[in-house]
């Protein structure tokens, strides 16, 4: 008769006490706070499913939550076709091959906050770089008064920061392709667009499938950045929806509302990224 040994799980312990105390526990108090209210000297009054009610129900949080969905799908339709190119035209090897992946990396190590301050000080028009490039050809350029000016800086300091990420992930896919591939489609007069549709694209499938989520996620969840460069204007109209969460919480104080806007805000993402997930995974069992 076979004996179990249960030792084993005291190794797990320190990992799920670890994660009790770290998104457990933090997620129960969201939950708590999003079904009451409370006016000080922790008071807490039962209000139900009331603060989800006002949030489905208002124009702030839809007006975010448009926003956000905007940004999103404008960083995916940039960084993946982007990402795909320069992966395309990477070296393949030699001397040139490390030297190319430290520089894709380079954007990749430096901190968030530190990305939204260097976009800061280069988008201004007395000592950014930019801003006094577009003054000085006649661009009127100003991130914090002008909407599309705003966006267009915010965009592009996220393609700078994470096309690095999807290219690197997509050269991995490349590099894992036999030279005989190749050498078959020369033979055989592929043209440079039938290699690509029928031999590096499909190679690059799994790739691109954690590309696109680990970016989706990433870009939907977004604060740092955009909330350094423009914090959130000039009026509302960068206003993603973290950082308006992060008004009504700290700034307004709506612990309340802010409890459910977090709670629906997570679902969204969960949703939004098992439907990817579920999506490229039908359709790379398709294309194998």
């Not at 490349?174 to 039938?194: M, N, T, V």
């Not at 509302?257 to 995974?281: E, G, Q």
Request: hydrophobic share 55%; with cysteine.
């Amino acid at each position: 008769m076979k004996t179990w040994n249960n030792k084993a799980w005291f190794m797990v312990l320190p990992v799920v006490l670890l994660v009790a105390f770290s998104a457990v526990i933090p997620l129960m108090t969201v939950v708590n706070y999003s079904i009451q209210d409370t006016f000080g000297n922790n008071q807490f009054f039962w209000a139900g499913l009331m603060w989800f009610q006002d949030m489905i129900t208002s124009d702030r949080f839809h007006a975010s939550l448009l926003r956000q969905f905007l940004f999103s799908g404008i960083i995916l339709a940039i960084e993946i076709p982007l990402g795909i190119f320069i992966a395309l035209n990477m070296p393949k090897k030699g001397w040139g091959v490390p030297v190319t992946l430290v520089l894709m990396s380079l954007p990749l190590l430096i901190p968030w906050n530190v990305v939204g301050t260097i976009w800061q000080i280069f988008g201004r028009v007395d000592i950014g770089l930019l801003g006094a490039t577009m003054d000085a050809i006649g661009v009127d350029y100003n991130y914090t008064r002008d909407i599309l000016d705003a966006w267009v800086t915010i965009v592009i300091m996220d393609v700078w920061h994470w096309t690095s990420l999807v290219a690197l992930l997509c050269y991995a896919g490349l590099q894992s392709i036999p030279e005989a591939y190749y050498q078959a489609a020369h033979i055989d007069g592929a043209s440079r667009w039938a290699i690509f549709r029928y031999i590096q694209l499909p190679k690059m499938r799994g790739v691109l499938l954690i590309a696109i989520l680990l970016r989706f996620m990433d870009s939907f969840m977004i604060y740092t950045e955009p909330f350094v460069v423009t914090g959130g204007g000039p009026g509302n109209s960068t206003t993603l929806l973290s950082i308006d969460l992060v008004k009504m919480a700290l700034g307004q104080f709506d612990l309340g509302p802010a409890a459910a806007f977090s709670l629906i805000y997570f679902l969204i993402v969960l949703t939004l990224s098992w439907v990817f997930y579920t999506i490229m995974t039908n359709l790379d069992k398709q294309g194998g």
